[in-house]
Each structure stands twice: as structure tokens, then as C-alpha cells.
């Protein structure tokens, strides 16, 4: 049986996530981000599910890691994100006044907490803040996770999809250590790299001009000072494509004159949310 390993706590997203991709695997939680991806880099038959981006709050955090470990990218998973509040089994809503989870949540379900006149308390992720009032016991605590949080933790949810947006929702990367890609066929894929340019003025401008060229179309490009620098950048990139097209190919090449480092993270079929 394979391994997926996730950040956070039994009921967390990042778990749900690990379920909906692969369900019969021994899934794993793991403190902290950087323990994920280093378990991963040491483990052959190990995968890791980590979230990469929110629709609503943006990049979680992770480039650094991706950068550090270069892990191999097999799949993307795109998750709806609905957020519960959650209390004691005996409790309601009304006796609610303190609401505790990752800083995140909180703020994607700000408009409730603001129309309940909640208390917020910040925890370091949604699934723990959960496991922590259903120890505490106390009818006025209540927490913002999933409802597979409420099932693990045997709470009661007191409200439903508290989300400011419903289109909340979270792209999630499977990695490992090993390299594998699909086959060149009809289906839409993604390629995902990371680079860092040579030090040259108007260097981004000239390194890109490839994709202009042969029409291929960047769906992400961020850019990340390296650790401890700030005249240092790298650039994470994902395209539309395949590696193995030769429009694909030829763009990269162009790209590689201008760098000073490249690496292909890892080419995958386009997840389906993509064509909502």
C-alpha cells in the first residue's frame, strides 16, 4: 500500500483531499510542511498532498519547499472548500462566543464571525483547532473546519458553509520523489518548472518572448527571492502543454539561453475543475 503523507491533522483539508486522490493509501499526517516534503524526498513509494493556492486568500506558502526539494509534480487537485462551524454535541449556535482556527479560515468566513458577533482565536490549522475544543468541553467554544473534522472529533455542526464565497476553493499538488509523466496524447496537460535568470537587464522580457512565439499560454507565473536574499529571485511557471510538443520544446529551449537554472518540476493531465 502507497503512502500519503499531508500536513495538518486527521480531518484537515489537505486529508480530505489525500482521500478524494487516493483512497485505499496509508495516509499520514506530518506536523509542518517542510516534514511532508522531507519524508517524500527520502521515501520512493511516498506521495505528498499539499495545498498550493487558494481561489479567495492567494498562495499558501509553499515555493520555498518546492524550490529546496524539487520534488517530482504527478497530478493537481482542485478541492471546494466549505467551511463549518462546529461545537459541542449539546451545544447551538447562540451559546457560541469564542471561534478558533487557522488564520485562514477565519477570514474566508469573516462575514459569519462578524454577524455572530464571534470571538476570533488563531490556531495553527483548522482540523486541530477542532480536536482541541472537543478536549476542552466547553459549550462556548466552537471551531471553523471540515465536516469530516465533526465526524473525527465527534462534534456537532452548528452551522454549514459559513464561507464568505462558495467558490472557495483550493488547488492541491501530489508530488513524490520519483520522476513519471503521462504519455503524449489528446489530453490537456500541464508542465510546471521552476527557473532563475541570468543577471541581465530585461532579462524576464527576452527569456518569455519563446511563448509568444509559438503560441503557448502561461497559466501561472510567480516570482520568489531565494532564502535569505533579496537580489536573488526564482520563478515558478506552469503552461499549457505538454513537454513532449515540439512548440512546447522550442519554447523552452529560448527560455534555457536566458537561465542560470531550470528544472521541469513535472508535466500532468489538467485536473477537470479547469473547465468550469
Known sequence: MSKIYFQGTFGAYSHIA????????????????????????????????????????GNIGI???????????YAEHFLKIEHNLLGQLGSSLSDVKDVFSHTQALSQCSNFIKQNN???????????????????????EAAIASSLSAKTYKLKILASNIENENSNTTRFLVMGKE???????????IT????K???????????????????????KLQSYPEQNSFKSYFFLCDLDGH???????????????HCQDFHVLGVFKADKFREN
Open 63 to 73: 515555493e520555498y519547499l518546492i524550490f529546496k526539494y524539487r520534488l517530482n509534480i
Open 192 to 195: 510546471s518548472f521552476l527557473f
Open 18 to 57: 489525500a482521500l478524494e486522490v487516493e483512497p485505499n493509501a496509508e495516509i499520514i499526517p506530518c506536523k509542518t510542511f517542510d516534514e511532508c516534503f522531507l519524508k517524500a524526498s527520502l521515501e520512493n513509494n511516498s506521495r505528498i498532498v499539499i495545498p498550493e493556492s487558494n481561489r479567495i486568500t
Open 118 to 140: 464571534l470571538v476570533e482565536h488563531i490556531r495553527a490549522d483548522t482540523a486541530g483547532s477542532a480536536e482541541t475544543i472537543s478536549k476542552n468541553k466547553i459549550k462556548s
Open 243 to 257: 513537454i513532449e510538443d515540439p512548440k512546447v520544446q522550442k519554447s523552452l529551449e529560448e527560455l534555457g539561453l
Open 197 to 219: 535568470l541570468k543577471s541581465k537587464p530585461a532579462a524576464l522580457y527576452q527569456s518569455l518572448g519563446g511563448f509568444a512565439i509559438n503560441g503557448i499560454n502561461l497559466t
Open 179 to 189: 520522476v513519471s509523466q503521462p504519455d503524449f496524447g489528446k489530453k490537456r496537460y
